[in-house]
């Protein structure tokens, strides 16, 4: 028979012997976060002793005002706020799921509603000086149910503390374009497909106005008219297409569905997707 072992003894005998969750569940791995800007930019991560909330993230660049933030992980919009000229001015959270949440601050601009679903690499607003800052940076923490951890950016994790160059590697399909921004505000991703390697299909839907809406974004010969096209076709209505030579996306193709059922595709060059009548609900 075993003897009861004591609460602090018990827990080091199953630690040793390799047992996980005596009382606590084990650390949620968390998402491969990128830099929250357009693939290529290189911006300085600033971390100092005394920044609040502690283990933020400031990221500095001559010129940063105006420039795309980007989510830095797929999730799904929590908080659209704005504290005025105080503390983080207009400020995002986004859910990543397992505990795990991004926030950004100081922006100009909000493109994102609060229960968007948003990709890695959507537009979510601009960077600016909003709030409580003297000059223009993105504040952005990554936290573990409910605290601020130490950042990691790729895989690498942020020195602390210091000013530290970082190259974006966000969504490096090399578009600087999103579904959501060639769609509109409103509009969250509700199903895509991969074109082997091309680029991508999105439908998005809208719930205010009832609208799907379809664009298809290049991942080959960025910047160079090339063929490229989206459709969308209403159950019971005339497919309409949006086709031609397009230097990063073909569409935005918008038509109001509601719950009558959707087939939806697009191509670029000689790779395409066509669904079957789908998203019915």
Known sequence: MFRRLGTGLAAVVLAALGVVGFGQAPASAAPNFQVPFQCGQTVTAATFSGHSPQNSVDFQKSGITGMPVLASAAGTVTRVANEGNVSYGRWIEIDHGSG??????????????????????????????????????????????????????????VPYYGHTSFTSKNNCNGNPHSPTEVCGSGYSVIDEAGLSGAGTVYLLYNASNKNNCVVTLKA????????????????????VTDSGNFTYYAGPVRQEAGTTCVKWGGSVGTNSYSSPFEHCG
């Open 220 to 239: 080959t010969s960025l910047g160079t008219a090339s063929p490229t096209a989206a459709f969308l076709e209403v159950q019971g209505k005339t497919r």
């Open 100 to 157: 795990w949440r991004t926030r950004y601050a100081h922006l100009s601009t909000q493109s994102v509603s609060v229960g968007q679903k948003v990709s890695l690499g959507t537009k979510i607003g601009t960077a600016g000086a909003t709030g409580g800052v003297t000059g223009p940076h993105l504040h952005y923490e990554q936290r573990l149910n409910g605290a601020v951890v130490k950042a990691t950016l790729n895989g690498v994790a």
